[in-house]
């Protein structure tokens, strides 16, 4: 599907709509330094989004702040459902889950032992957690890795892991914070594939931050541009990657387009 079908698309983007994850005015302070200010972000119901922006922009404190691992100012709302100050354990059994770039696997679990566990802490009984674990392990392709050790797997594997842990249980957002790092091209094709076809097989809406353009370019609907915190551009790929204030501040630069 080309950048124009997709950013132009269509009826299943206007399906459910109105759902969205929302931020208004949502800005993050440490120690007097805002490291994300006023940004209105909106992830729309089976979207796929992208979050750029230079190192250090703020991607990683605002995506802790969508998933209620950090402290924040301004509004946070799901589907219209206001859930502003919620921490990450409540929001994520309200369907906003994430991923996060070291990835977090339970040592001395099975691959399945581990898609389980997350999926038994979003609420899920054990039954509908195993059935649940089957369907992200495939649609990450660790099926025949199920009963392996988390442990054993190689690299490429234990990041799909990662997300297969997020994704798990019927997510309503899900949030994966640099998902294809240190993936190879090949492998960064076949997660494409897998992230592509996230939206309709779970049924949410995707924020992907991530510095590969390569991956973004070809899999967003919609880009949204942080630099010093701030929202410096949202739009679709064609938009974004012609803006002369997003190349400069980082398409002319930091990002991999490899
Ligand atoms: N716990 C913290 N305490 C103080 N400052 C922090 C903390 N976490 C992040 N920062 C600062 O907030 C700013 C935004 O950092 P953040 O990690 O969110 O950026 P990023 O866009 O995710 O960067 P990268 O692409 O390198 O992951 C940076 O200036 C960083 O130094």
Redesign the pocket.
């Known amino acids: 599907m080309s950048v124009r079908d997709r950013s132009e698309g269509s009826d299943e983007l206007r399906t459910g709509a109105g759902l969205a994850l929302r931020s208004s005015g949502l800005s993050?302070t440490?120690?007097g330094?805002k490291?994300?200010q006023d940004v209105d972000l909106e992830l729309r119901h089976r979207e796929i989004l992208g979050l750029i922006?230079?190192?250090?922009?703020?991607?990683?404190?605002?995506?802790?702040a969508l998933t209620g691992f950090?402290a924040y100012s301004g509004r946070l709302s799901v589907d219209g459902a206001d859930v502003t100050g919620w921490r990450a354990h409540r929001l994520a059994r309200f369907g906003v889950r994430r991923s996060f770039?070291a990835v977090r696997l339970f040592h001395g679990m099975s691959v399945r032992e581990n898609v389980e566990v997350a999926a038994l802490g979003c609420g899920l009984s054990s039954r509908d957690a195993r059935a649940a674990a089957t369907e992200a392990l495939n649609a990450f392709g660790l099926g025949r890795h199920a009963a392996s050790s988390a442990d054993a797997l190689p690299y490429g594997d234990e990041r799909r892991l990662g997300i297969a842990r997020a994704a798990v249980g019927n997510p309503r957002y899900l949030i994966l914070?640099?998902p294809a790092a240190g993936l190879n091209e090949e492998e960064s094709d076949v997660l494409f594939e897998q992230l592509d076809a996230v939206p309709e097989m779970f049924g949410c809406g995707l924020l992907l931050?991530e510095?590969d353009m390569r991956l973004v370019m070809r899999l967003c609907h919609r880009i949204h541009v942080?630099d010093h915190?701030r929202t410096l551009a949202i739009g679709t790929p064609e938009q974004v990657r012609s803006d002369p204030a997003v190349i400069d501040a980082y398409l002319g630069s930091?990002a991999r387009h490899d």
């Open positions: 993050v440490f120690d330094i490291a994300v922006g230079p190192n250090g922009a703020g991607k990683t404190t605002l995506t802790n950090a770039q914070d640099e931050i510095h942080i915190g930091g």
